[in-house]
């Protein structure tokens, strides 16, 4: 099922880096920044999660919560956000639930690999409606940040 522009934006509950319950409807008061990324330790993925990291202080000045969510086990996650200083939550997605919800989600990955999820970039606005979605079918292309910004810049 396609997430689209004006859909309510499916709930989910995550175990942070912090091993801690993280939940989109605890932003309720803030626009939510869901970006999925296949796996962690992998050169597009860090370069994409550095990228927002350098960059963070602009999505809150835009009232924005950045969540990040891969399949990764949550210890995995904790060391990936460790070694990038990683600025905003990363969230595991290990039952692989929320990236289905999403419909950003392989079958198939490289190397044989079952289970991952694809790029995207949600934003889930204080209303629980989806205001942007971005799927992208190649895990080497990264999401369109301008129009994100400009999307958020939007909904102020």
């Known amino acids: 099922m396609t997430i689209n522009v004006g859909d309510k ?3 989910f509950t995550l175990k942070s ?3 801690e319950d993280v939940s989109l409807t605890d932003f309720s008061n803030k626009n939510v920044l869901i970006l999925f990324f296949p796996m962690a330790f992998t050169g597009v993925c860090t370069a994409e999660l550095c990228q927002m990291r350098d960059d963070v202080a602009k999505y809150n000045d835009l ?3 950045v969540l990040a969510i891969s399949v ?3 210890f995995t996650l904790a060391k990936f956000k460790a070694d990038n200083q990683l600025n905003f939550s990363v969230l595991s997605d290990f039952n692989k639930e929320v990236s289905v919800a ?3 989600f392989y079958e198939e990955f490289a190397l044989g690999l079952k289970g991952v999820s694809k790029r995207a970039a949600f934003i889930v ?3 629980g409606n989806v205001k942007y979605a971005e799927v992208l079918e190649s895990p080497k292309n990264l999401p369109n ?3 994100i910004k400009q999307t958020l810049s939007d909904l102020q």
């Open 9 to 11: 934006a499916p709930a």
């Open 17 to 19: 880096t912090d091993f």
């Open 63 to 65: 009232n924005a919560e």
């Open 72 to 74: 990764d086990s949550p």
């Open 102 to 104: 999403y419909d950003a």
């Open 125 to 127: 606005g204080k209303d």
């Open 145 to 147: 940040f301008e129009a």
